[in-house]
């Protein structure tokens, strides 16, 4: 058996989150909307990660169309050594926010302190899995993580009741199987507003995360 979830929703949300963040950054002046640079800590060039940085983007671009974004790939599913050093260099290069597909404390952790040595060195981070709120509590904005136990759950009732059950199974938002941890105090007013209407929308089916009516993949329209 196969599972995972749709946590794509999840990093969708997290780019909302951050372009909130970056319009309120742009509307006080510290930079205009083409100077807006975001940063991406990447694992490997993989079709997950490529997906995840990519539905990041979108939610982004849903907040603000112009943003850019750069990607940086640590070649390694966890090393806090590597994620920080990537968060630093993408730090260094004017990006104001760096998201990651790494599930350590690493980019986030350097992000924080940078700040702490520099208080004019101003960037926020995305996480993931992990509310980083702990190690940055001024750089987190949020996590998108998987609800595994919605998974787990299911599997097990259907073995304890002697049922069969999905053999590929992946599940988002219109079965809690995907969230984001709690947003950190230096989100833009109005983000958690604003990360819970599109939530309804996802589960309407009003909002989809790779709108397909914009492009096509091998010729045919997918709704994911």
Known sequence: ?????????????????????????????????????????????????????????????????????????????????????????????????????????????????????NKNLVCYSVGYNVDMLAVAPTAALTSPTNVWEVFYEYAFRAVMNGESFDQNWCQGYEADAVTLTPLGESCAPGTQEKVDETIAAIKAGSLHVFDTSKFTVTGDNFEL
């Open 1 to 117: 058996h196969n599972a995972f979830a749709s946590i794509y929703e999840g990093r969708y949300l997290a780019g909302i989150a951050a372009g909130m963040k970056l319009n309120e950054m742009i509307a006080n002046g510290e930079f205009s909307a083409d100077e807006a640079k975001i940063g991406y800590v990447g694992a490997y060039p993989y079709a997950e990660v490529v997906s995840g940085y990519t539905a990041f983007f979108l939610g982004l671009q849903s907040i603000v169309p112009d943003v850019a974004m750069q990607v940086q790939y640590t070649n390694s599913w966890f090393s806090e050594q590597r994620e920080a050093k990537v968060g630093e260099q993408l730090q260094q290069l004017g990006c104001v926010i760096i998201g990651q597909h790494a599930d350590s404390t690493g980019a986030p952790a350097a992000i924080q302190k940078a700040y702490n040595q």
